[in-house]
Nanobody, 120 residues
Framework: QVQLVESGGGLVQAGGSLRLSCAAS????????MGWYRQAPGKQREMVAI???????NYADSVKGRFTISRDNTKNTVDLQMNSLKPEDTAVYFC??????????????WGQGTQVTVSS
């Protein structure tokens, strides 16, 4: 059983900050990578930031220096601190977990999404 629940989205003015949180409830899986993706209207879903178990991170060029991803492996939570927000950051943000079922197959889970709207 897998459930990812996001929180922290909302409306913010350009230059402001938001912190997104995602809590993964899993049974029988080992999570390898957690991350945040986003999809803006009329655009493809894109990776925003990912973090693996060992702490290595990767960011989209558009958010480097502004966003920070963090993870608590013991709690299976991942956060995204978003600073200096821009209108182009407006999108639905999805939490992602890439995991392996114990002794079995790879499985990718997604949260329901949380809306981030940045006004000019």
């Amino acid at each position: 059983q897998v459930q990812l629940v996001e929180s922290g989205g909302g409306l913010v003015q350009a230059g402001g900050s938001l912190r997104l949180s995602c809590a993964a409830s899993v049974s029988g899986f080992s999570i390898n990578v957690m991350g945040w993706y986003r999809q803006a209207p009329g655009k493809q879903r894109e990776m925003v930031a990912i973090i693996i178990t060992g702490g290595r991170t990767n960011y989209a060029d558009s958010v480097k220096g502004r966003f920070t991803i963090s993870r608590d492996n013991t709690k299976n939570t991942v956060d995204l601190q978003m600073n200096s927000l821009k209108p182009e950051d407006t999108a639905v943000y999805f939490c992602n977990a890439d995991m392996i079922k114990y002794g079995g197959n790879r499985y990718v889970a997604w949260g329901q999404g949380t809306q981030v709207t940045v006004s000019s």
